[in-house]
């Protein structure tokens, strides 16, 4: 989704670009047209009406490595949800800053206690630093609820490549158990870019408002590992 293409014709050059950075690159500035925090699979749910938001996180993956720092701020503005992301990579001594505006809309099932809700979430990326093609997202979130204690997502989209505008499917299932009050464990299996990743972390309620995210990943037929950590906070505007 979001690839610096000016500079990786270059490092092809020096060294051959491992098959899993394009895809490393696009799971770890995925969440930047999402609201899941840094986890790859969305949920269908949306701010309260009045309540605002901010997801920061830090993740690396690969042997490289690529590290990626995330900022994304959010507030709920009538029945959508609107939000702005900014994400700097940097893999291989090549650095891209990327920006966008991002819109989460839920059509199915608002209320937090429904069994059943779905949204639309898109989003636009820009390269600030190398300018080019915008890029792009588009996901259908859907969250099943079984049980109090357990939600299941499932996502269907796609994402679009800034530089050239190539598109290519995005998907996934999660699953979300609630220990307690405070303490959440998240699975997931997702695609993009055409590489799986497998996903297992933790969300930790520091307050009711405040959260923070811990998982690790392997992405790719040869399991290259990563890890995010992530502060997620929530506040009203009143």
Not at 12 to 32: E, H, N, S, T, V
């Amino acid at each position: 989704m979001k690839k610096n293409r000016r500079r990786t014709t270059t490092i092809r050059r020096l060294r051959p670009q491992p098959a899993w950075l394009p895809a490393a690159a696009c799971l770890l500035a995925g969440a930047a047209a999402q609201a899941a925090g840094h986890f790859d699979v969305d949920d269908a749910g949306m701010l309260d009406p009045g309540q605002c938001q901010y997801e920061a996180w830090w993740g690396r993956t690969g042997t490289e490595p690529m590290n990626g720092l995330h900022i994304g701020p959010s507030c709920r503005v009538g029945p959508v949800e609107l939000g702005l992301s900014a994400d700097r990579l940097s893999a291989q001594g090549v650095r891209s800053v990327i920006a966008g505006p991002q819109l989460k809309w839920n059509f199915h099932g608002p209320a937090a206690d429904a069994p059943l809700s779905a949204a639309l979430s898109l989003g636009a990326v820009f390269d600030l630093r190398r300018g080019g093609r915008a890029g792009g997202q588009l996901v259908l979130p859907v969250t099943w609820r079984p049980a109090d204690s357990l939600q299941v997502h499932a996502n269907l989209g796609a994402d679009w490549a800034t530089g050239t505008g190539a598109r290519t499917p995005r998907g996934g299932l999660a699953a979300e158990w609630a220990l307690d009050d405070k303490v959440s464990l998240i699975a997931e299996r997702s695609r993009a870019s055409g590489v799986w990743t497998s996903r297992v972390g933790g969300r930790f309620s520091l307050t009711p408002l405040v959260s923070v995210d811990v998982s690790a990943s392997r992405t790719g037929p040869g399991g290259v590992r990563g890890f995010v950590v992530g502060l997620n906070h929530e506040f009203g505007l009143k």
